[in-house]
């Protein structure tokens, strides 16, 4: 099962990132994804990395090395996203998580 995210076009791009980021914070990090290693990375690690940069993109322009490491993080995330198909939940979590990180580096 897979969700969909959807913004009002009006909505600026500051604003997307800033309403599904606070949508997102009401999600519970998934159960079955502590101790979970998928693709090499460890789950809670990398959606720390990752959430951390957003966080930090919503209080301005990101340095060099948060945008790498957004562009590290998406990877990751595009590689363990196969290994997550048989988990809906963490499968639609880092989805999301992908999402707000791709925003966050357009930013």
Request: with cysteine; charged share 25%; proline share 5%.
């Amino acid at each position: 099962m897979r969700s969909c995210i959807i913004v009002r076009m009006s909505d600026t791009h500051d604003d997307q990132l800033a309403t599904l980021w606070q949508d997102f914070l009401d999600l519970p990090f998934p159960q079955s994804c502590y101790r979970r290693s998928a693709a090499g990375e460890d789950l809670v690690l990398l959606e720390s990395h990752l959430a951390g940069c957003v966080s930090a993109a919503l209080t301005g322009p990101l340095d060099q090395r948060r945008r790498e490491a957004l562009r590290t993080g998406m990877a990751s995330v595009d590689g363990l996203l196969p290994e997550l198909a048989d988990d809906p939940s963490a499968a639609d979590y880092f989805t999301r998580l992908r999402a707000l990180a791709e925003l966050a580096a357009a930013r």
